[in-house]
């Protein structure tokens, strides 16, 4: 496994949280909402792997399944550090999109916000 950057390696006692935030599917125009079956439930594919802290699975998925998230190498080396420096949970703060917040359902982004806690 990759070794975390300097500015990322804590005393052993101390705890800390990381926290990030991807962007998921693009969703076609003319699809009433991003809440469609297929696109939302390729979105908690990889959440799911981002939830168990794991960072091959998630990879693996994202490129296996063709999965449209922005972010997934940045994602991906985050959770690999956040691993080496003793990570324990994550959590799903909010997934949303882009037409819940504009009102603008023509083409929509989901979005996940999560945080790594150790």
């Known amino acids: 496994m990759a070794q975390p950057p300097a500015a990322f390696q804590r005393d052993a006692e101390k705890r800390f949280l990381i926290i990030f935030l991807s962007s998921f599917l693009l969703g076609p125009p003319g699809q009433a909402t991003k809440s469609n ?7 908690h594919q990889a959440i799911s792997h981002i ?12 490129l296996g399944q ?6 997934i190498m940045p994602t991906t080396i985050t959770m690999i ?9 994550a959590e799903l703060v909010r997934y949303s999109d882009s037409g ?8 929509v982004v989901g979005y996940a916000g999560i945080t790594i806690h150790g």
């Open 66 to 71: 063709r999965i449209s998230m922005c972010g």
């Open 37 to 43: 079956f297929l696109s939302s439930h390729k979105d």
């Open 100 to 107: 819940e917040a504009s009102g603008d359902t023509n083409q």
């Open 81 to 89: 550090a956040a691993l080496e420096l003793g990570a324990t949970r």
């Open 51 to 62: 939830l168990d802290l794991d960072p091959n699975g998630l990879y693996d998925t994202v």
